[in-house]
């Protein structure tokens, strides 16, 4: 059984930066592409990085350049270094794990920031 954890959510001030974390387990973490997505009150969950298995990365354009998505395959976790953050950032922050047959996902970690 897959299991997805995210972890590192909190409450940042404006300009301020966290780091989340997703731990995979119960699967070949190395043949798992990624993403990290977002929700935020009253909207729909939209994408905001991804890793691919080899390493290769994308963002939405709204966090290029502040947000940094990286992976240790050792550790099993991917992390989603983000810097910068604005007011805007303030969601639910979700991580999927996708092997191709089937993907799954973790239950969220709250990241708000505050004026």
């Known amino acids: 059984q897959v299991q997805v954890v995210e972890s590192g959510g909190g409450t940042v001030q404006d300009g301020g930066s966290l780091r989340l974390s997703c731990a995979v387990s119960?699967?070949?973490?190395?043949?798992?592409?990624i993403g990290w997505y977002r929700q935020a009150p009253g909207k729909q969950r939209d994408y905001v990085a991804t890793i691919s298995i080899t390493g290769g990365t994308t963002y939405i354009d709204s966090v290029k350049g502040r947000f940094t998505i990286s992976r240790v395959n050792a550790k099993n976790t991917v992390y989603l270094q983000m810097n910068s953050l604005k007011l805007e950032d303030t969601a639910v922050y979700y991580c999927?794990?996708?092997?191709?047959?089937?993907?799954?996902w973790g239950q969220g970690t709250q990241v708000t920031v505050s004026s």
């Open positions: 119960g699967g070949t973490f190395s043949d798992a592409a």
């Open positions: 999927n794990a996708d092997f191709g047959w089937r993907s799954y």
